[in-house]
């Protein structure tokens, strides 16, 4: 037997982790980490759960930008905070929408699919390090493909986890995950949902929908009741926006259900020309940039606040 086959009783393994034997206990039953029915707990299974807390790391958060609705900035909000944030931490942007946009705009080449190292139907789930892109300093890209739209039906309990399973090797690695979901409900979001640990909603000041705002929280709740109970709201980011007419009662009807950002997202011309250049904000528009940095500010203080 390997060093890393070792097997730990219950104080063995809270030790190992550097967690007290009862909040390891919670801890294992919540993930139902293999041991936790036993009491014995391999070395290598308690090294891919608890990277974090054994080996020099972040405490990364992760946040999903979410929002049913198509047209609503999802991916302008992902690419634009995730290259805020990237200026003084390290971060992964991962792409969990199948048109892979954010994908497209930093990857010329073909990329492998997701789908091929998730483990999905029976598959043996694969290291996705190797799948993971640097695309500028302290900015890495999980790439996205089409196929994932192949992620449709749960045939195992275990399919609602598979992208919380599949970063928890990783999360020690970065500061800020950011995940870009796709403009829908389903087992793609709902892996989402329940592999991060804040929702960030953007909301096009535009093409404003109470109804489809309403059908999101219903999911959430349903998140953080049965699944996920660790996820926490950071907020609605108005987006797109283009003056004060009609901003505070927009604000107000968003408010029934998640709480507003104080930032608000300008409509600028050069987002759209930062993503058909295939460039960064920051080589653009140091204004609009100026913006996300706002953004990330006021997300880093929220998260704070959650924390403490």
């Not at 302008?76 to 991962?94: G, P, Q, R, W």
């Not at 302290?138 to 919380?164: C, G, I, M, Q, V």
């Not at 087992?187 to 949902?193: D, F, G, K």
């Not at 929702?199 to 109470?210: E, G, Y």
Request: hydrophobic share 40%; charged share 25%; net charge neutral.
């Amino acid at each position: 037997m390997s060093k890393l086959d070792a097997v730990f009783d219950l104080e063995e393994a809270s030790k190992f982790v550097g967690l007290n034997p009862v909040d390891f206990q919670k801890k294992v039953t919540e993930l139902k980490i293999p041991g936790w029915k036993t009491g014995e707990f391999k070395k290598s299974i308690l090294a891919k759960y608890f990277e974090a807390n054994i080996s020099e790391g972040y405490d990364s958060s992760v946040i999903a930008v979410s929002n049913q609705k198509g047209g609503e900035g999802k991916t302008t909000i992902s690419l634009y905070l995730a290259e805020a944030l990237a200026e003084n931490h390290k971060v992964l942007l991962i792409d969990w929408d199948p048109q892979a946009n954010a994908t497209q705009l930093f990857l010329n080449d073909d990329v492998p699919s997701i789908m091929d190292y998730l483990g999905y139907r029976g598959k043996k789930p694969k290291d996705i390090m190797p799948i993971i892109k640097n695309v500028s300093e302290n900015f890495d890209l999980l790439p996205s493909t089409l196929e994932l739209a192949n992620l449709t039906t749960p045939y195992e309990r275990d399919d609602f986890e598979l992208l919380k399973e599949a970063i928890l090797p990783i999360r020690s690695s970065y500061e800020y995950i950011i995940i870009d979901c796709p403009p829908s409900l389903g087992l793609i979001l709902e892996n989402a949902l329940i592999c991060a640990d804040y929702i960030l909603v953007p909301i096009q000041t535009r093409a404003f929908s109470l109804q489809g705002i309403r059908d999101l929280h219903e999911t959430i709740q349903k998140i953080q009741r049965k699944a996920n109970q660790r996820l926490k709201l950071l907020g609605a980011v108005l987006n797109q926006f283009e003056g004060q007419k009609a901003l505070a009662g927009l604000a107000e009807g968003v408010k029934k259900y998640f709480p507003v950002f104080e930032t608000v997202i300008q409509r600028r011309e050069s987002i759209p020309q930062a993503q058909a250049r295939m460039s960064f904000l920051a080589k653009i528009d140091l204004t609009t940039m100026k913006n996300f940095r706002e953004l990330a500010t006021e997300v880093k203080e929220k998260i704070n606040v959650e924390k403490n």
